[in-house]
């Protein structure tokens, strides 16, 4: 009795999702995403909380030189913290690197975010965000923004101002940065 066949399966067609360009930087442009936001930071048994407007923001990590200042002060400390954002799929995450007990020279809330348009959808932008430092270990990141960017077209490189409130990044002010 002949063995029956397994029919072989056709390899599927490779669909190939539109690659955004990443280009190398323009001279002079500097990646950055970074703001400062008055609240309320205390220790939990997964590192620091850091409590803003009532809203506890996620903090992914910190900076090793707070870091061991934080572990000689008594929490909770309140005052105003510079923060690295970064948009992940769970939503915003924080990386906490540092505190001034006055208020900055900076406006609150408001966060410069300078990188590379890699998607846009009407008023919903994403960028991606390298570090400036040769061999720096650290993968580029990516930020979403709410707002309105005219005349954008994705590889471009942007710097916003934007502000953070209701747990988004909203574009208050926006130019293209030239070649």
């Given at each position: 009795m002949p063995k029956p066949s397994i029919p072989k399966?056709?390899?599927a067609p490779a669909q190939r999702a539109p690659q955004t360009?990443?280009?190398?930087?323009?001279?002079?442009?500097?990646?950055?995403?970074?703001?400062?936001?008055?609240?309320?930071?205390?220790?939990?048994?997964?590192?620091?909380?850091?409590?803003?407007?009532?809203?506890?923001?996620t903090l992914s990590g910190c900076n090793?030189?707070?870091?061991?200042?934080?572990?000689?002060?008594?929490?909770?400390?309140?005052g105003f913290f510079?923060?690295?954002?970064?948009?992940?799929?769970s939503g915003t995450t924080?990386?906490?690197?540092?505190?001034?007990?006055?208020?900055p020279a900076t406006e609150l809330g408001v966060f410069n975010i300078?990188?590379?348009l890699?998607?846009?959808?009407?008023?919903?932008?994403?960028?991606?965000?390298?570090?400036?430092?040769p061999n720096s270990t650290a993968k580029p990141f990516l930020i979403k923004v709410s707002g309105f960017l005219?005349?954008?077209?994705?590889?471009?490189?942007?710097?916003?101002?934007?502000?953070w409130e209701d747990e988004r990044f909203s574009l208050l002010d926006g130019r293209r940065f030239e070649l």
């Open positions: 399966r056709s390899p360009p990443v280009l190398p930087p323009p001279l002079g442009f500097e990646y950055q995403a970074f703001g400062f936001l008055a609240g309320e930071l205390s220790a939990g048994k997964e590192g620091y909380s850091l409590r803003v407007d009532d809203k506890l923001l090793d030189r707070l870091q061991r200042w934080l572990n000689t002060q008594e929490l909770p400390l309140t510079g923060l690295y954002p970064k948009s992940t799929r924080f990386w906490l690197k540092s505190f001034e007990a006055s208020a300078d990188g590379q890699v998607s846009t959808n009407g008023a919903q932008q994403l960028l991606r965000i390298h570090r400036n430092q005219p005349e954008s077209k994705l590889g471009q490189f942007w710097e916003l101002e934007c502000l």
